[in-house]
């Protein structure tokens, strides 16, 4: 029912900044939660943030709290992860997600339909 495409992804060094965005297809687009996860290799794939439907909340891991914003234009079906400062410690496949859900957001559980994803690689 919907669908996401992540993209933006790509090499960076550390501190610099980059910003992912996931394009939303579907009716069911202004009902639904957006989240981001993060998938390094070997490792969980783990909760990095999320949008309200209407994008007047915005929820964050503790470990990018401060560097990464979220943002969503819903005229463009789309949400945007800006990355800023990043780190080594961020490498790794980046997802976006829809959920139905506005109590249960940071499990990958909680999310219904999914990206492909966007490797995202910060290294010296």
């Known amino acids: 029912q919907v669908q996401l495409a992540e993209s933006g992804g790509g090499v960076v060094q550390p501190g610099d900044s980059l910003t992912l965005s996931c394009v939303i297809s579907?009716?069911?687009?202004?009902?639904?939660?957006i989240g981001w996860f993060r998938q390094a290799p070997g490792q969980v794939r783990e909760f990095v943030g999320a949008?309200?439907?209407?994008?007047?909340?915005?929820y964050y891991a503790d470990s990018v709290q401060g560097r990464f914003i979220i943002s969503r234009d819903n005229a463009k079906n789309t949400v945007y992860l800006q990355m800023n400062n990043l780190k080594p410690e961020d490498t790794a496949d980046y997802f976006c997600?829809?959920?139905?859900?506005?109590?249960?957001?940071?499990?990958?559980?909680?999310?219904?339909?999914w990206g492909q994803g966007t490797q995202v690689t910060v290294s010296s």
């Open positions: 997600a829809s959920t139905g859900n506005i109590v249960g957001i940071r499990s990958p559980t909680d999310y219904s339909d």
């Open positions: 949008s309200s439907w209407n994008g007047e909340k915005m």
């Open positions: 579907g009716q069911s687009f202004r009902w639904t939660t």
